[in-house]
């Protein structure tokens, strides 16, 4: 009896084995399949860049366009939606716009897309787009140090 | 060779083909059709850099690339 309660044991053992194997070779597979078309979207959005945009996108993640009826400058951040930003005159973000491709398309496919869009047809473009709130830029680190005290008010008595 | 890229979910498919050859290129302007009459948008880049959108095909252009219609996200 102990002998057949062993054997079973083993079996279903093996099996479970088997099938968390089978589960993670599935998800490894997924995965890489996931990351290779990601990669294909990169390369071609790369290709279409200009050679400043380019070193952008490397540097920073993202990279800026000029919207060919406005004159105004866009950037374009890594990302499938909720990635562009108007740009005001002193290069800070101040309103976003979301316009994406229809279909699931990688990141560098739907950032291509947008920054075509923007170049050739930027009217086209934002009259399809939600605008989106922008959050404020943070501060400067300095602005938010207390100023250091002046000698003449440490009090006497700390000293 | 003469290069059409159509976004997809893959990432994207290309289609190369030979403009000197007329099967090609009416299989290429065939495709095109299709294409923008599906609501793609297509692009090709120039030497400089610069893109600029096609409206209908253009059998000289090197690199065409299609991209589905835009929504407001």
Same mark, same amino acid.
């Given at each position: 009896?102990?002998?057949?309660?062993?054997?079973?044991?083993? /079996?279903?053992? @093996?099996?479970?084995?088997?099938?968390?194997?089978?589960?993670?070779?599935?998800?490894? @597979?997924? @995965?890489?399949?996931?990351? /290779?078309?990601?990669? @294909?979207?990169?390369?071609?959005?790369?290709?279409?860049?200009?050679?400043?945009?380019?070193?952008?996108?490397? /540097?920073?993640?993202?990279?800026?366009?000029?919207?060919?009826? /406005?004159?105004?400058?866009?950037?374009?951040?890594?990302?499938?939606?909720?990635?562009?930003?108007?740009?005001?005159?002193?290069?800070?973000?101040?309103?976003?716009?979301?316009?994406?491709?229809?279909?699931?398309?990688?990141?560098?496919?739907?950032?291509?897309?947008?920054?075509?869009?923007?170049?050739?047809?930027?009217?086209?473009?934002?009259?399809?787009?939600?605008?989106?709130?922008?959050?404020?830029?943070?501060?400067?680190?300095?602005?938010?140090?207390?100023?250091?005290?002046?000698?003449?008010?440490?009090?006497?008595?700390?000293? | 060779?003469?290069?059409?890229?159509?976004?997809?979910?893959?990432?994207?498919?290309?289609?190369?083909?030979?403009?000197?050859?007329?099967?090609?290129?009416?299989?290429?302007?065939?495709?095109?059709?299709?294409?923008?009459?599906?609501?793609?948008?297509?692009?090709?880049?120039?030497?400089?850099?610069?893109?600029?959108?096609?409206?209908?095909?253009?059998?000289?252009?090197?690199?065409?690339?299609?991209?589905?219609?835009?929504?407001?996200?």
């Amino acid at each position: 009896m102990a002998v057949w309660l062993t054997v079973a044991a083993a /079996s279903i053992a @093996r099996a479970v084995l088997c099938l968390f194997r089978a589960v993670h070779t599935a998800q490894s @597979r997924r @995965r890489a399949r996931l990351e /290779s078309r990601a990669i @294909r979207g990169i390369i071609l959005l790369r290709e279409w860049l200009s050679p400043q945009q380019r070193q952008q996108l490397d /540097s920073y993640k993202y990279f800026e366009v000029i919207g060919c009826d /406005s004159g105004n400058k866009y950037r374009i951040q890594h990302g499938i939606s909720t990635n562009v930003v108007e740009l005001d005159c002193e290069g800070q973000p101040h309103v976003g716009w979301c316009f994406v491709p229809e279909g699931n398309l990688v990141p560098g496919d739907v950032m291509l897309a947008q920054k075509i869009a923007l170049e050739t047809d930027e009217r086209g473009a934002l009259a399809i787009a939600r605008q989106f709130l922008v959050p404020p830029p943070l501060p400067a680190r300095s602005a938010l140090r207390p100023a250091p005290m002046q000698s003449a008010e440490v009090p006497e008595a700390s000293r | 060779m003469a290069t059409q890229i159509i976004m997809d979910h893959s990432g994207d498919t290309r289609h190369h083909f030979d403009a000197n050859n007329a099967k090609a290129l009416a299989e290429a302007e065939r495709r095109f059709k299709a294409l923008t009459g599906a609501g793609f948008t297509a692009a090709t880049r120039q030497a400089s850099g610069d893109v600029s959108l096609v409206r209908s095909f253009d059998p000289n252009a090197e690199e065409t690339v299609f991209y589905p219609r835009l929504v407001g996200g």
